[in-house]
């Protein structure tokens, strides 16, 4: 029934029609952006309850995963297994008139997908089984294991997923990165895959579930998969903790698309990359929203000719119906956002699918809640009678030559391909490369390829790197000797790579040689840090080597003295306390935030005279000031002049620092003469004088429109940077920025590429509005009546479980001690964190957030 428009809805500019459902739920109806197209609700609960997969057959019928076993609270009054449900409209009238219930007990299931012949399979976290209904009657009485994942992970949504059938008869499907446990994956033949902590993979078979093997690699969690224009196979993946967005990928053949799960679930380590970053890995074709769950070809429904080779992408995490409209690049595809529908926070659309008749449907899990919960929705999305609209399915992309080009060099495998595959190694395109990189590693050109390390063409030289890594090359020593000093810094940064992969220790006194060999950059550096760091290289020999590397250039030892800084307190003293070491400028900077994290009375002492000395830079003072938040109040009772220092900044950061500890006699005094000496023109200084003095009485904006207004000015970085590292705000205490604070939270080195200003806001204010799916809080209640709460870090073989809790401490439980395990709505980051931020204080956070790309 409609009822309207709504106009409380918080999210600007669109408004939503309500609907009710026969149980009397009130459900809004997503916005769409397009006049040609209809959306209404197909069913709700308690007809559907949090639905994952679907799937249609020939005759129209949807086959729906209804989910029951996706962390059940103690109390769920649902059944205990999941089902498959069948939704029939007899009579087309947009309404299921005969629901049934198709299979059920089943555990962790995830998609659907119709065969070319017609049999419904369905993934589950650990195996792709078919469904059969050999005699037609709409109950499903057996079924085949045709893949079957072994393994101790036994996180729901991590494991096997996506699903799709491609034309020349094979079965793809996604796996997960199962938060790295080591796992074997068994096809119906003798044949298996094995692995652990390379990220997530995709795998192919034929429908009996034989001659399975690994198509490509390096994903987090490829959730859905669909089959695009004949020779695409395309699929979404969500991104690791820090490294937006979410993505839309063309799977190629052995590519390898940047994702490893053993270097750290951030996905910054200098050996990962997320799009085409690294040489050898593969860049996405588009970045998606939050969470995305689900593709559909829009050839394969009735829609307006402008859907014309278009996909559609479901945004669980940002409520989001988005299309892309493809174009080829190169041999692969690119493509841009654009937004279909967008529904409010009760709308999280899953799988997708089109009907024969050319309608589209799609699931929606209804609520952020991870537990079944009750709810669930299919929707139904067609093109509005009178419309001009075909279904076009069957088109297949127009020749590309430089695809067909890719696939010739893919399958190359005798000698007389030699010399086009190292042609191709010069190629522009990542996937040309990557296509002829894959076939150099057949034993084949074993023989010839080692010595293309001698080619005059660099790009040749790395080519010849990436084959020999992939094919596992048995006696890399050597030839590794010779790559760490090539004058392409690109081949010497693959060589640390291979190196530290491999923890080749016997070269673990060679790696300087990469930063000697030519010019070095930051990344270069980067990548040789991990690699030493992996070696576990923190001897004399290494600091000598890096000594006579560094003596060669001024930015290498600018470079080599930030990292001993960050590593070396006493180091960090000498530094910040020796002026004249100002000549390399971040130096001391960098050691007054070395300092913040390792107190002592020297480090105090060398904090307290830079902050004082009016000869330094004011934003080396104000780093020092920083720093010296953390410390006690008798401490900082010394500092109590700089209230009235001649900077603006210094003024500022005392005020804050002064903050945590304004119970002090002598501090409060100062905060108070301050305060009310205060011109008119001090503004700033008087609004952290206020928060210091009496944080209560602070008035602030009291809505998202007020802070909305407030926070339209931009702020300043430099100060922006310092609150976000106060210790009175404490963002640092969870987050990560630039190799300093916390873990608990998302690493926001890259945030601005995920987040506006807009979503910045919106996140400090309301915390627990999205939460992204790999920070959902998990409570654990053990028999004797503790509760634990914290992020899931892990899971052992025999059901125990690990919580990173919110002081950033592992807790490990035992299987034999756990009652339950719930995940939680609520994020483990706190609401009214704004308290703690002045409006400049908050503008200037965002300031510094924003550059964060
Ligand atoms: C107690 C730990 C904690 C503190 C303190 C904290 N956060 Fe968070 N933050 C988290 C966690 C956990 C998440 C992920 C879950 C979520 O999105 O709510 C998160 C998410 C975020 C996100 C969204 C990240 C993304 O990838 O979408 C932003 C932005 C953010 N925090 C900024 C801040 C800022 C700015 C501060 C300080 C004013 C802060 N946080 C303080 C724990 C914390």
């Known amino acids: 029934m409609l009822r309207g428009c709504d106009l409380r809805v918080a999210i600007a500019s669109f408004c939503f029609l309500l609907l009710t459902t026969a149980a009397g739920a009130e459900i809004r109806l997503p916005a769409l952006n397009d ?20 799937a249609i057959d020939k005759r129209g019928r949807l086959f729906v995963v209804e989910s029951h076993t996706h962390f059940p609270r103690p109390d769920y009054p649902g059944p205990k297994r999941d089902r498959v449900k069948i939704f029939e409209d007899t009579n087309g009238d947009g309404k299921p008139d005969k629901i049934s219930i198709f299979a059920d007990d089943l555990y962790h299931s995830m998609n659907l997908a119709f065969s070319p012949s017609g049999e419904l399979y369905l993934t589950h976290r650990n195996a792709v089984v078919i469904l059969h209904d050999k005699d037609g009657d709409g109950i499903s009485q057996s079924r085949t294991t045709i893949l079957e994942l072994q393994t101790s992970g036994n996180y729901p949504h991590n494991g096997i997923g996506g699903i799709a059938f491609s034309p020349d008869g094979w079965l793809y499907v996604g796996l997960g990165e199962n938060l790295g446990e080591k796992y074997t994956l ?12 390379e990220g997530g993979n995709i795998f192919r078979c034929k429908p009996d579930g034989s001659e399975l093997r690994l198509v490509a690699t390096g994903f987090w969690n490829p959730f859905a998969l669909a089959i695009y224009q004949g020779g695409h196979l395309l699929a979404v993946d969500n991104d690791p903790d820090s490294r937006p967005p979410c993505r839309l990928l063309d799977v190629v053949e052995q590519g390898d698309y940047g994702f490893k799960f053993r270097f750290g679930r951030s996905g910054l380590h200098p050996f990962v990359a997320w799009n085409g970053e690294l040489p050898g890995t593969l860049p996405m074709m588009a970045g998606t929203g939050e969470a995305p769950s689900g593709i559909l070809n829009c050839d394969s429904a009735r829609l307006p000719s402008d859907y014309r080779g278009a996909v559609l992408v479901t945004s669980w995490g940002d409520h ?86 890719m696939n010739r060099l893919v399958r190359a495998d005798s000698l007389k391909d030699y010399g086009e595959l190292l042609r191709a ?68 940064r693959m060589a640390l790579v291979w190196v530290g992969e491999e923890k080749l220790v016997r070269l673990a006194d060679r790696l300087n040689v990469a930063l000697s060999a030519g010019p070095v950059s930051a990344v270069l550096f980067e990548t040789y ?3 030493a760091g992996i070696l576990g290289t923190t001897g004399h020999s290494v600091a000598a080597a890096e000594q006579s590397a560094a003596s060669k250039s001024s930015a290498v030892r600018t470079l080599v003295l930030i990292r001993e800084v960050k590593q070396d307190d006493a180091k960090a003293v000498e530094i910040l ?36 000395d009016r000869k330094n830079p004011v934003e080396l003072r104000a780093e020092a000031l920083l720093a010296l938040s953390s410390r006690s109040a008798d401490l900082l009772s010394k500092l109590t002049g700089l209230l009235d220092d001649s900077s603006e900044d210094v003024r500022i950061e005392t005020a804050r620092a002064f903050r945590q500890v304004a119970s002090h006699p002598a501090i409060r005094d100062a905060l108070e003469r301050s ?11 008087a609004e952290q004088l206020r928060l210091a003095l009496a944080p209560q009485a602070v008035t602030r904006p009291s809505s998202d429109d007020e802070w909305r207004k407030g926070l339209a000015q931009n702020g300043d970085v430099a100060r922006g940077r310092r609150v976000f590292f106060s210790p009175a705000v404490g963002c640092a205490r969870c987050h990560r920025i630039e190799d300093h604070g916390g873990k608990i939270g998302p690493d926001l080195s890259t945030i601005a590429r995920a987040a506006d200003r807009e979503k910045l806001m919106q996140s400090v204010l309301h915390p627990s509005r999205d939460i992204a799916p790999q920070f959902v809080t998990h409570t654990v209640e053990t028999k004797d009546g503790q509760s634990f709460s914290g992020l899931l870090l892990g899971q052992g073989a025999d059901g125990s479980v690990t919580l990173t809790t919110a002081d950033g401490k592992g807790v490990l439980i035992p299987a034999n001690e756990m009652v339950s395990n719930q995940p939680s709505a609520v994020s483990l980051m706190p609401e009214g964190l704004e308290n703690a931020l002045t409006v400049q204080d908050f503008r200037d956070l965002l300031a510094f957030l924003l550059l964060r790309n």
Not at 675 to 685: E, G, P, T, V
Request: positive net charge.
């Open 186 to 197: 068994k096809g119906s033949d003798a044949r298996t895959h094995s692995g652990g902590g």
């Open 577 to 612: 306390a020796d002026a004249s070491s100002d000549r390399l400028g971040q130096l001391r900077i960098e050691a007054a935030r070395t300092l913040a994290e390792f107190p002592s009375e020297k480090a105090d002492a060398a904090l307290l005279n830079t902050a004082l």
């Open 675 to 685: 305060s009310k000496s205060r011109s008119s023109r001090d503004q700033l200084l």
């Open 320 to 405: 989001f119906l988005e299309l892309y409209r493809p174009r080829p690049v190169g041999a692969s595809l690119r493509a841009e956002r654009e937004i279909v529908a967008q529904g409010d926070e009760w709308f999280r659309p899953v799988a997708i699918a089109a009907a024969p008749d050319g309608a589209i449907y799609f699931t929606d899990w209804a609520d952020k809640d991870y537990s079944v919960h009750g709810k669930g929705r299919i929707w139904r999305l067609t093109t509005k009678p009178g419309v001009k609209a075909t279904i076009a399915a069957g088109v297949s992309a127009k020749p590309n030559p430089a695809r067909e080009r």
């Open 425 to 492: 190694l010069g190629d522009d395109d990542a996937f040309i490369r990557s296509a002829a990189v894959s076939s150099l590693a057949k034993p084949v050109f074993g023989g010839k390829i080692p010595g293309e390390i001698e080619n005059k063409n660099p790009r040749v030289r790395l080519g010849a790197l990436l084959a020999m890594r992939r094919a596992k090359f048995d006696k890399p020593i050597q030839l590794l000797e010779k790559l760490l000093a090539d004058p392409d810094e690109e081949i010497r």
């Open 529 to 531: 840090a991990a690699a």
């Open 35 to 54: 006049a040609q197209l209809q959306l209404t609700l197909f069913a709700a609960e308690p007809d559907i309850l949090t639905p994952i997969g679907l």
